[in-house]
């Protein structure tokens, strides 16, 4: 789920998935550097959300990213 996020932060602004191979939680950790320069953990963010519930929305997250998303 997070790379699906992550994916489809990458289709809308652009940039490319970083990953230290070295580090054991190498794919929690993953990390998408925007075109834009700034640096986001998608899937740390996935985590956050069902840990936490709404309160680490993922429609937030992605509004406060610039996308263009549909709200009801």
Do not use: H
Request: charged share 20%; with cysteine.
């Amino acid at each position: 789920m997070g790379c699906y996020v992550g994916e489809t932060i990458q289709l809308s602004l652009g940039g490319v998935w970083e990953a230290d191979d070295a580090d054991p939680a190498g794919e929690l950790n993953v990390r998408l550097r925007l075109a834009s320069g700034s640096v986001i953990w998608p899937v740390q963010r996935v985590v956050k959300r069902f840990q936490n519930g709404p309160e680490d929305s993922l429609t937030a997250y992605g509004i406060f990213l610039g996308l263009d998303v549909p709200v009801d």
